[in-house]
């Protein structure tokens, strides 16, 4: 009887220590929750959250620092999947992260942040956002035709969007010059004059400055689209005296 309860003993201690060296690894957790800056609106002039960038196909995720944190875990799931992965630590002085880890166009991404101290211990998770990419408008150019400045693109290729957003500004100064919505036609070629819509800001573009504009692609689904590359121009002389 002595050893029965002996090796009952002994496997209820075994049990315990188990229970207690799980429990020591498991990190602490703080109060604290990182979040992330909402995303602004498509027709946002400064453009923050979640959201596309010209330069590449990659999706931008920025947070709010937390007081006291060293670093930043950042994971995120496809839209197939069940389970979040981690892909990436960041340091206590970052905010912003450019997602390019085989980011696919036309999937979506989700994505929450934990934050973590000096000792290990870690935030609650952040709020979840996501993301969609779509592919950029092609072959950006500007013209002027019979005194009027015109810009040209061209839709991805199987990939309409819900509408396009031609956002214009001066390059110097980043002062935004002109912002205006257009649907999307599906055609093969887009095509829309300067201050259609009389929402300029200058009536006409000056041969001195130098300007610089960009395509953005809105999808239908929420939080979806896509951000050409930034092209630049200035204005010849010649028609800066006479287009309208």
């Known amino acids: 009887m002595k050893r029965v309860c002996s090796a009952g003993g002994i496997s209820l201690f075994l049990i315990l220590l188990l229970a207690c060296e799980k429990q020591s690894l498991a990190p602490q957790r ?25 330069e590449s196909d990659a999706i931008q995720l920025h947070w709010r620092r937390g007081n006291g944190l060293t670093e930043y875990r950042l994971y995120r799931r496809k839209q197939e999947e069940t389970t979040f992965t981690l892909i990436v630590v960041l340091s206590e002085r970052d905010s912003l992260f450019l997602d390019q880890v085989e980011v696919a166009l036309h ?59 031609l956002k214009l500004f001066d390059d110097a100064d980043g002062r935004l010059i002109w912002m205006s919505r257009l649907p999307g036609y599906q055609s093969d070629q887009e095509m829309v004059r300067y201050n259609w819509d009389g929402a300029a800001k200058l009536e006409r573009l000056t041969h001195k400055r130098v300007y610089r504009w960009r395509v953005d692609a809105v999808g239908a689904a929420l939080h979806s689209g896509s951000e050409s590359p930034w092209r630049k121009f200035s204005i010849p002389y010649i028609f800066s005296l006479t287009f309208c």
């Open 30 to 54: 703080l109060g604290l929750q990182v979040r992330f800056v909402p995303a602004a609106e498509d027709t946002a002039v400064v453009e923050a959250g979640i959201d596309a960038v010209p």
């Open 107 to 165: 999937v979506r991404y989700h994505y929450y942040l934990l934050g973590a101290d000096a000792a290990g211990a870690v935030t609650q998770p952040s709020d979840t956002v996501d993301y969609m990419l779509l592919p950029k408008v092609l072959n950006l150019a500007q013209a002027f035709q019979q005194d009027t400045l015109r810009f040209h693109w061209q839709p991805a290729p199987q990939s309409p969007a819900e509408y396009y957003l």
